[in-house]
């Protein structure tokens, strides 16, 4: 079992940046992929961004890509999502979620059903 605690969410203003943290403990010896969900009220959750357990390969959605990166310290268990120039439609609850799978393909990565575990979310809220 992994555990996994997403931080860092907030409000901010557009234009503005924040840089939200995935905590991960329990089986965290094993090898984990990780990735970023995200979900607006009333629509559905979709990826973010991805990261493989070495660094790359990293996978965005088209709409981060350019503002976005995602980022990992294995010796801290922890992974990162930094968010620059942010936009009023990236407000949402952020979820980080890890597969001990190995993620062979793209189409894996960004699917939500690849991924075992979840973390409870953090909400990023970005103003005009």
């Known amino acids: 079992q992994v555990q996994l605690a997403e931080s860092g969410g907030g409000l901010v203003q557009a234009g503005g940046s924040l840089r939200l943290s995935c905590a991960a403990s329990?089986?965290?010896?094993?090898?984990?992929?990780v990735g970023w969900f995200r979900q607006a009220p009333g629509k559905e959750r979709e990826f973010v961004a991805s990261?493989?357990?070495?660094?790359?390969?990293?996978h965005y959605a088209d709409s981060v890509k350019g503002r976005f990166t995602i980022s990992r310290d294995n010796a801290k268990n922890t992974a990162y999502l930094e968010m620059n120039s942010l936009k009023l439609e990236d407000t949402a609850v952020y979820y980080c979620?890890?597969?001990?799978?190995?993620?062979?393909?793209?189409?894996?990565?960004?699917?939500?059903?690849?991924?075992?575990?979840w973390g409870q979310g953090t909400q990023v809220t970005v103003s005009s």
């Open positions: 329990g089986r965290t010896s094993s090898r984990y992929a």
């Open positions: 990261i493989s357990w070495s660094g790359p390969p990293t």
């Open positions: 979620a890890a597969s001990t799978t190995a993620l062979r393909t793209e189409a894996q990565a960004r699917w939500s059903k690849s991924y075992a575990y």
